[in-house]
């Protein structure tokens, strides 16, 4: 091991107890997407507190900031997101036992994915300031992953346009820097406008806004036989009118539209659109669509991958002590076999099936996974056309654990998630060193994405009037 990652490592080793205390707290904070005020003065103030140059309230986010040390190139990114999820509040315990009723969790593990980030930063700038290092570390601070994708915006406004790599970790059930791609998302929601009247003494008045509401989605249903496979069309009805004996004047539905490529999404987009329009002819009521989000598909980075499982199992995975191991155990009390084995054939991992009879991943594999797609999508997608990226995982959670889960909030703050934490920021420092100090390996990984990007281009998903919606959470 190079002397300047040695340096990196060691501090971090060094500050383990301050990282730690600073994801737990993140943790306890559990802000949601757009306010986590805390959790990201936190952050920056830790940042700023090692001489970085914060610039707080970016692209129109008051949670969104960037943390710059160094000057000139190379110009290397770390992510980092701090967003919680709504009502899953839960004890750092391994039986489901909420903390406060109706709080957010941090089911998603963000509190370490932020952390992780900003320690590995301030370790690298420690290691490029003690060795002269040329170059320079910036750290991204972004806000609302789970529901109005900061980062698209941080995109938009050009955060991301200079930068020659960008790494970032996302605690998971696995040791992964895998290859896949991503769905394209666009999120819209329907309005439809009607006439209210009397349901029972004069319905002739009426024009129902929720027929319209039950018509479009029944034409998105008969859609669904002339779509791609890889698509996905989800909608809920978020407003259905008052009591039966109103004819809705009113009504409101929210679609998520997915596919591989955001081309084939937005055909199918437009197509569902249309739908929206037929309905309204068909019941005479008003429908006004709401832009809310949209996203790219991933563009995978081998070269970057190869590097990050290559610190990996250089670093070696954390060891547990004998409470991790008796928490871990009592969480996969909590999964069914079936569950588990679902999870594992479901990440095509290349031998998964030795991972059946164990509770936490003890391997780190070869990056897999080139061609195909993880069916959710991502803004680290937009970042990710700007220049190379990519998001590695470890091991946090007992293997088998659902996603957005009780169980993910309780070992995202106990052992399990502290040994992720730091074993993750290690990797991020080092990978980050050797992009900033070996030129070779940065061409080839720029050369590769350039190559993956082909004659596409990149056009922000977002409508130019459209800002983050700040005021979410008041409504
Ligand atoms: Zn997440």
């Not at 306010?35 to 970085?52: C, M, N, P, Q, R």
């Not at 989605?217 to 989800?234: K, S, T």
Request: net charge neutral.
């Amino acid at each position: 091991m190079s002397v300047e990652k040695k340096y990196a490592l060691d501090w971090i080793e060094k500050n383990k107890n301050m990282i730690v205390e600073i994801s737990d707290k993140v943790w306890e904070f559990a802000e949601l997407g757009l306010i986590e005020f805390k959790s990201s003065a936190l952050l920056a103030d830790e940042l700023e507190k090692h001489g970085f140059r914060v610039e707080r309230g970016i692209a129109g986010m008051p949670t969104a900031f960037v943390a710059t040390w160094g000057e000139g190139r190379p110009v290397i990114g770390i992510m980092g997101e701090y967003d919680a999820l709504p009502g899953l509040s839960q004890k750092k315990v391994p039986s489901k036992e909420t903390l406060n009723l109706g709080a957010p969790g941090h089911g998603c593990g963000h509190n370490i994915h932020g952390t992780s980030g900003m320690a590995a930063a301030i370790a690298v700038k420690e290691a490029m300031e003690k060795h002269e290092i040329k170059g320079t570390i910036k750290f991204f601070g972004c806000p609302a992953e789970e529901n109005f994708s900061g980062k698209v915006y941080m995109v938009r406004e050009g955060y991301f346009s200079d930068i020659d790599a960008v790494i970032s970790h996302h605690p998971s059930t696995m040791n992964a820097a895998n290859l896949k791609s991503s769905l394209a998302v666009n999120s819209i929601k329907f309005h439809f406008y009607g006439k209210a009247s009397h349901a029972g003494a004069s319905p002739e008045q009426g024009r129902s806004a929720l027929d319209a509401v039950e018509l479009m989605n029944m034409g998105v249903n008969y859609l669904r036989e002339h779509v791609i496979q890889d698509a996905r069309i989800h909608y809920i009805i978020e407003k259905g009118g008052d009591q039966p004996n109103i004819v809705p004047s009113y009504a409101r539905s929210w679609y998520y539209i997915r596919a591989p490529e955001r081309d084939q999404m937005e055909f199918i987009y437009n197509w569902i659109l249309d739908i929206a329009k037929g309905a309204a002819i068909m019941t005479k009521t008003e429908m006004k669509p709401e832009f809310f989000e949209g996203i790219y598909n991933v563009i995978p980075n081998r070269t970057i991958a190869e590097l990050i499982v290559k610190n990996m199992r250089e670093i070696r995975l954390p060891k547990y002590s004998e409470e991790d191991w008796k928490f871990a155990q009592k969480i996969a009390k909590t999964i069914t076999p079936e569950m588990k084995i679902a999870q594992l054939k479901k990440s095509k991992r290349p031998g998964w099936e030795k991972l059946v009879d164990k509770l936490m991943d003890d391997e780190i594999p070869d990056p897999w996974g080139e061609g195909e797609i993880s069916h959710g999508s991502t803004d680290v997608a937009d970042v990710s056309w700007k220049s190379p990226t990519v998001e590695f995982e470890t091991a946090t959670w007992v293997l088998g654990t659902p996603g957005h889960s009780w169980q993910n909030v309780a070992q995202s703050a106990v052992g399990l998630g502290h040994n992720s934490l730091i074993f993750s920021a290690k990797i991020m420092a080092a990978t980050s060193l050797n992009l900033l100090m070996n030129e070779e390996v940065l061409n080839k990984a720029k050369e590769e994405h350039r190559r993956r990007i082909g004659n596409k281009k990149y056009k922000s998903p977002i409508p130019p009037e459209n800002k983050p919606p700040l005021d979410v959470w008041e409504k």
